[in-house]
């Protein structure tokens, strides 16, 4: 199966990290991602990982890869009002024609 | 100029009427998606297309048809509109050569009453 789950809500207080989880089923996915959506807009790439590498780093994105336990994390650094959005994981399978997404985590920033 | 721009943008109609949802780019890519987004289910592919004569069913196809137009318009049909096809609807686009990043449109949200 090609299941890419996510919890759906989490809060966090401005200032403090988020980090984000997704498990997915497909061992043969070649890279992952994470998708942004905001209020009444598509969805946006925010970052990508390869599924050779372990950790990606940028600016204040970290994305962690454990590939024997199929999971994806995303953590977020001193997390913003504007970080406030939906965020999806997807993985891209069956020779790279296919991408799969998560439920999706609405990300709620609070002051 | 939106790259991926999605018409109508909202929409309301009746049970049983039949309905297209236009999507036109201008990113240059061949391949295009349509799926729908539903509260706790996610992003779900209904039809993906990899050139002007390849249409492919995705996991949720029923009640749905597509038309590749051209390289840069990828159209949905509801032929019979249900009320439990009431959603956010995104088209997309990516191109073959990357690394599988997609590009969205902004959404059409579509209302069956």
């Known amino acids: 199966g090609e299941d890419v789950e996510q919890s759906l809500f989490l809060s966090v207080r401005e200032g403090d990290s988020s980090v984000i989880n997704c498990t997915y089923t497909?061992?043969?996915?070649?890279?992952l991602y994470w998708y942004k959506q905001e209020p009444g807009a598509g969805l946006q790439l925010l970052t990508y990982?390869?599924?050779?590498?372990d950790m990606k780093q940028d600016q204040r994105l970290t994305v962690l890869l454990n590939k024997k336990d199929k999971h994806l994390s995303l953590r977020i650094a001193d997390t913003q009002t504007g970080d406030s959005a939906i965020y999806f994981c997807?993985?891209?399978?069956?020779?790279?024609?296919?991408?799969?997404f998560g439920t999706g985590t609405q990300l709620k920033v609070e002051l | 100029d939106a790259d991926v721009t999605q018409t109508p943008r909202n929409r309301i109609t009746k049970t049983g009427k039949r309905i297209m949802l236009e999507c036109s780019q201008t990113?240059?890519?061949?391949?295009m998606y349509w799926y729908r987004q539903d509260p706790g289910l996610g992003l779900r592919l209904i039809y993906y297309?990899?050139?002007?004569?390849?249409?492919n069913k995705g996991e949720i196809s029923d009640g749905y048809s597509v038309s590749r137009q051209a390289q840069a318009k990828f159209s949905l049909s509801l032929e019979s509109a249900i009320p439990n096809q009431t959603a956010l609807y995104f088209c997309?686009?990516?191109?073959?050569?990357?690394?599988?990043?997609?590009?969205f449109g902004q959404g059409t949200r579509l209302t069956v009453v």
């Open positions: 997309a686009t990516s191109d073959h050569g990357s690394l599988g990043e997609a590009f």
């Open positions: 497909d061992s043969s996915s070649t890279y």
């Open positions: 990982i390869f599924s050779n590498m």
């Open positions: 997807a993985e891209l399978t069956e020779g790279g024609n296919k991408l799969t």
């Open positions: 990113k240059g890519h061949d391949r």
């Open positions: 297309s990899f050139d002007v004569k390849d249409i």
